[in-house]
């Protein structure tokens, strides 16, 4: 097909509506996380990391990112962007063992609540990466974030490599997120997204 037969045709289908000729529509995002709340150390007076009730671990997933049943490290199984209460979007865009990473999540936990992670920053693999962050849980803390230093931003570690233009899995270290003046804790856990804006 030559490129005048190419362009009538796709406007005879724009003409009756059709879509034949747009591009595909990529995959919804898809994300999940384990995130655990604990103290900050050293405890800033007045700021302890006081959960409502309840756990301090949290899994949004099915199952989500973690060590699984059969003691292996697993990057669980991703809730899906506008599907069972989950709300994602992310970036993953780089070139090497560098990349420019945003990721977003708010979905249902299995422990009956709902979380919300955001992290934003660049990432290497096969380094330790430090970037802002914020967790928040519907029930049992206020929304956390972490300060502009490094020591109370978030050390990312990429696991096992896997990290892409589009998808990123990796754990986190935030020894210091805080809802000043309410609470201050360590936040800390995996977090894996996919099919994300990667171009």
């Not at 998808?167 to 805080?178: E, G, K, L, Q, T």
């Not at 609470?183 to 997204?193: N, R, W």
Request: charged share 10%.
């Amino acid at each position: 097909m030559n490129n005048a037969t190419w362009y009538g045709s796709c406007l005879a289908l724009a003409l009756f509506g059709a879509s034949g000729c747009s591009d595909p529509v990529p995959p919804p995002a898809q994300g999940g996380v384990t995130v655990g709340f604990t103290n900050a150390s050293p405890i800033t007076p007045g700021l302890a990391c006081s959960l409502k009730s309840g756990p301090s671990t949290f899994h949004v997933g099915s199952p989500s990112p973690g060590v699984g049943a059969n003691g292996a490290d697993s990057s669980g199984n991703p809730l899906v962007d506008g599907q069972g209460g989950a709300s994602v979007s992310c970036s993953v865009k780089g070139a090497g063992a560098t990349f420019a990473f945003t990721g977003s999540l708010r979905g249902p936990a299995a422990e009956a609540t709902v979380v919300q992670v955001r992290f934003s920053g660049t990432v290497t693999d096969g380094t330790t990466s430090y970037l802002s962050g914020s967790a928040y849980t519907g029930t049992e803390v206020d929304e956390l974030s972490t300060g502009t230093d490094m020591g109370s931003m978030c050390a990312v570690t990429v696991i096992q490599h896997q990290v892409k233009n589009g998808a990123i899995w990796a754990s986190f270290n935030c020894p210091h997120m805080d809802a000043t003046p309410s609470a201050e804790c360590a936040v800390t856990g995996e977090f894996v997204f996919q099919n994300c804006d990667g171009s």
